[in-house]
């Protein structure tokens, strides 16, 4: 541990350490600057291509400026022929950043301006990056085996806290699916003007809530959750409330 202090605090590793702050605070900075600018456009208002387009810029500037700065330190510091190893680690980050954010964008755009995804948007960008984030720097083995030793429900059930995070974030992708798909299936079913309106706006809740429970059902599957556990889980809960 000593020695890896060290290492960090040795000169070459101050400086891209230093540089990948700087990167992040430019890329604040100029986001804010450019989300102020397209905010008083009368581009953005509108429903075009060109608006989205705008609105994903203004979404994805921070981690586009970010990793634009990081890349030129990059060159830098290569002609000069010190190895940019932290900065390298720091461009990866802005990266997935960037992909991050521009994906949860363009799922919030397919979505619409009413869903959840939207409304928790940048949360939920911040979220994902970190647990990317995690995986990309190697600490996510360590995080997975510490909740993994804390038992839930203490028997011959293991039932681990790890499992319960595992399971939530891929129920949570499957009901994305689902709401995606139920979205697709509800656009089509209202161009139907064949039937009574009453009609279609029931076969699209139906097959919202159908689709919603399948999901659900298979993302618990998926993510490998005992059911029976789960059961004994959400019991001892209930003789709690």
């Keep these: 541990m000593k020695e890896i202090i060290e290492q960090l605090l040795s000169a070459a590793n101050l400086t891209q350490l230093l540089v990948i702050v700087l990167a992040a605070v430019t890329g ?16 953005t208002g509108t429903h075009g291509l060109l608006a989205r387009v705008l609105r994903g810029l203004g ?12 890349l030129v330190a990059r060159g830098l510091l290569a002609l000069g022929g010190d190895r940019p190893d932290i900065i390298d680690t720091g461009i990866q980050l802005a990266a997935v950043l960037l992909g991050v954010r521009l994906g949860v964008y363009l799922l919030a755009l397919a979505m619409g301006p009413r869903s959840w995804i939207a409304r928790w948007e940048s949360r939920l960008s911040l979220a994902l990056w970190v647990v990317l984030g995690f995986a990309l720097l190697g600490w996510f083995d360590f995080i997975e085996s510490s909740l993994d030793a804390i038992d839930l429900i203490p028997g011959k059930k293991q039932f681990t806290l790890w499992s319960l995070i595992k399971g ?15 979205r697709a299936v509800e656009s089509r079913v209202m161009k139907i003007t064949g039937l009574a309106l009453s009609t279609r706006v029931g076969i699209s809740k ?5 689709l919603l429970g399948l999901g659900v059902l298979i993302g618990i599957n998926a993510a490998g959750v005992d059911l029976t556990a789960l059961t004994v889980l959400t019991g001892a809960v209930g003789i709690g409330l």
């Design 59 to 70: 979404a994805t500037s921070t981690a586009l400026v970010a990793l634009v700065v990081l």
């Design 28 to 43: 604040v900075v100029a986001a804010h600057f450019i989300r102020a600018a397209l905010a008083r456009s009368a581009l």
């Design 168 to 182: 939530l974030v891929v129920v949570t992708l499957f009901i994305v699916v689902a709401s995606l798909v139920s």
């Design 206 to 210: 139906f097959t919202y809530f159908f």
